[in-house]
């Protein structure tokens, strides 16, 4: 049976179980029109990622909000800590193993600080921004990382520089997977190349213990299906994307979980051939994706996009962020009313409804 208790972060193995491969949402903030903590609800969405059979989830990072690491606002601890207190108790009834994600930004001093709290709050592992880095050489980032590592266990983040990442070199992700504290790598740069550089860095460090996972929103199902070809040590072979943290899956979360298993059990079989239907899967994904991330727009609707997919299904009261600017884009709310009766394949809403009381109580 796995401890699931605040504190026990060495209850299991944290690299077996990223290397199996999860579904970890990224986890939203629903908020008060007051701009509050709306306690009821966030504590209902913590209830659906465990309900839905996540395998973990990530609190802190982009999705919940930047603003809460911002000393004024005073929310980092409480939102990682409540919602640590609240998988905690619903994964009392069915214990599995259940790795907790702390999204850790600024400078290193921040960063160190933000680590020593989260993991003082049983959290396994820090996703490491990089937004504060962005002129920075890449020797500095690097040192960070090591300094960081230090105090916890690294997710690693290729972000997309269009929500506030940068480019990072192949170089880098090779000198990035030396630090021996790194236990997998969220890559989002929403770009194949950049992509393929982290792939090819990781097996030139040797380093199949790091998990590689997905944060490609565009392009979820290929990155789940594709075995690259890499060579180290003069060996070849291949390495595949084992699970995904990402802010789509904070959304039909339990088709998520359905759609991973999938395709593990796929992969565990003798069978060569990939079933197209996948393919025509993803595309889905990817054009529902394009409405609630609002692509059109240069996603400036991301996060209320995320939101209205929530609300809709009771789970939150409304879009708002701290940014008062951060709004649905024109046409964006009657696109995203359409996505489940479009792609009902992808949609979880019958799931929700039939639990939204055990959430909200």
Not at 30 to 49: F, V
């Amino acid at each position: 049976m796995v401890d699931t208790r605040r504190g026990a972060v060495d209850a299991f193995d944290i690299r077996r179980h990223l290397n199996v491969g999860q579904v970890i949402p990224a986890h939203p903030l629903a908020l008060l029109p007051t701009r509050g903590m709306d306690e009821r609800h966030q504590r209902a969405l913590t209830r659906y990622y465990v309900a839905a059979g996540a395998g973990g989830m990530a609190v802190g990072v982009h999705t919940t909000g930047f603003p809460i690491h911002d000393a004024k606002i005073g929310l980092y601890r409480p939102v990682l800590e409540l919602a640590a207190e609240t998988a905690d108790r619903a994964l009392a009834r069915d214990p599995r193993a259940f790795v907790r994600v702390a999204g850790l930004i600024g400078d290193t001093a921040q960063a160190v600080r933000e680590a020593q709290i989260a993991q003082a709050l049983g959290y396994h592992c820090g996703l490491l921004s990089l937004g504060a880095w962005r002129d920075a050489p890449e020797t500095a980032i690097l040192a960070h990382c090591t300094r960081v590592a230090e105090v916890m266990p690294l997710f690693g983040f290729y972000l997309q520089p269009a929500v506030g990442g940068r480019r990072l070199s192949y170089a880098f992700w090779r000198e990035f997977a030396e630090i021996q504290n790194v236990v997998a790598i969220k890559v989002a740069p929403f770009d194949r190349y950049a992509t393929l550089d982290v792939v090819r860095a990781l097996a030139d460090a040797g380093r199949d213990d790091i998990a590689l996972y997905t944060g490609n929103d565009d392009a979820i199902v290929p990155d789940l299906v594709t075995d690259v070809p890499v060579v180290s040590g003069g060996r070849a072979y291949t390495r595949h994307f084992v699970g995904g943290l990402l802010g789509q899956w904070a959304v039909w979360t339990s088709r998520a979980v359905e759609m991973l298993r999938e395709i593990q059990l796929w992969r565990a079989s003798s069978a060569d051939a990939m079933p197209r239907a996948w393919l025509t899967r993803g595309a889905a994904l990817t054009m529902a994706n394009a409405v609630i991330f609002d692509a059109a727009h240069g996603y400036q609707g991301c996060l209320p996009g995320i939101l209205e997919m929530l609300r809709l299904q009771g789970l939150v009261r409304g879009t708002w962020t701290f940014d008062t600017h951060e709004q649905l884009s024109p046409g964006q709310a009657e696109a995203l009313a359409r996505l489940s009766e479009q792609y009902p394949d992808l949609a979880d809403d019958a799931f929700v409804a039939e639990r939204l009381d055990e959430f909200l109580a």
